[in-house]
T-cell receptor, first 113, second 120 residues
Framework: GENVEQHPSTLSVQEGDSAVIKCTYS??????FPWYKQELGKGPQLIID?????GEKKDQRIAVTLNKTAKHFSLHITETQPEDSAVYFC????????????FGAGTRLFVKA | DTEVTQTPKHLVMGMTNKKSLKCEQH?????MYWYKQKAKKPPELMFV???????INESVPSRFSPECPNSSLLNLHLHALQPEDSALYLC???????????????????FGPGTRLLVL
């Protein structure tokens, strides 16, 4: 079936450094890619998304890039802060037996003060 | 307002109990979802409702029974659960269930805080 691979599974950075999380998807027809942040004890929160007619999107310290040819997309967080510590999930919107969102396995980000 | 609310926050139940999880949104969204999330894993889709009709059932056991009484409410009825059903149950909603991909923001899902379920 369709899947999304996400790397790394754990990422530890020093406060102020940048963090990059990478994902690869399998369904070439996917054209919507959201990123979610999940803090402990909470539901996933949408932080940024990108559609396949766009190569890059930025929102303050967060940016997402998409390479449709390679079926790769990445999340970039600059000037990381301790409150960025959370689990981040990438996802791809696909159609397999119905429209659905396929999530990556998640990346646990630790930002050390 | 992009809020999805879920009740209860926590639930402990025995394997013979019957309980219900509730989800509510007032964003005018016409698609609503139930997900199950185990610790350190991504959310797994269980059910999708589109315009109050069940459109996707991901081969979920019949001990989980969804219900969509109106466009703002989504319930998940639980009966005879097993300990392995213990998990965080997440509700989400989106503007609509898109008829074809890439046609707008219909796909963007907003999640509630979840109900943490423990089955003893």
């Amino acid at each position: 079936g369709e899947n999304v691979e996400q790397h790394p599974s754990t990422l530890s950075v020093q406060e102020g450094d940048s963090a990059v999380i990478k994902c690869t998807y399998s369904d070439s027809a996917s054209n919507y890619f959201p990123w979610y942040k999940q803090e402990l004890g909470k539901g996933p929160q949408l932080i940024i998304d990108i559609r396949s007619n766009v190569g890059e999107k930025k929102d303050q310290r967060i940016a997402v890039t998409l390479n449709k040819t390679a079926k790769h997309f990445s999340l970039h967080i600059t000037e990381t802060q301790p409150e960025d510590s959370a689990v981040y999930f990438c996802a791809a919107f696909t159609y397999t037996g119905g429209f659905k969102t396929i999530f990556g396995a998640g990346t646990r980000l630790f930002v050390k003060a | 307002d992009t809020e999805v609310t879920q009740t209860p926050k926590h639930l402990v139940m025995g394997m013979t109990n019957k309980k219900s999880l509730k989800c509510e949104q007032h964003m005018g969204h016409r698609a609503m979802y139930w997900y199950k999330q185990k610790a350190k894993k991504p959310p797994e889709l269980m059910f999708v409702y589109s315009y109050e009709k069940l459109s996707i059932n991901e081969s979920v056991p019949s001990r989980f029974s969804p219900e969509c009484p109106n466009s703002s409410l989504l319930n998940l009825h639980l009966h005879a659960l097993q300990p392995e059903d213990s998990a965080l149950y997440l509700c989400a909603s989106s503007q609509s269930s898109p008829g074809r991909m890439g046609t707008g923001p219909q796909e963007t899902q907003y999640f509630g805080p979840g109900t943490r379920l423990l089955v003893l």
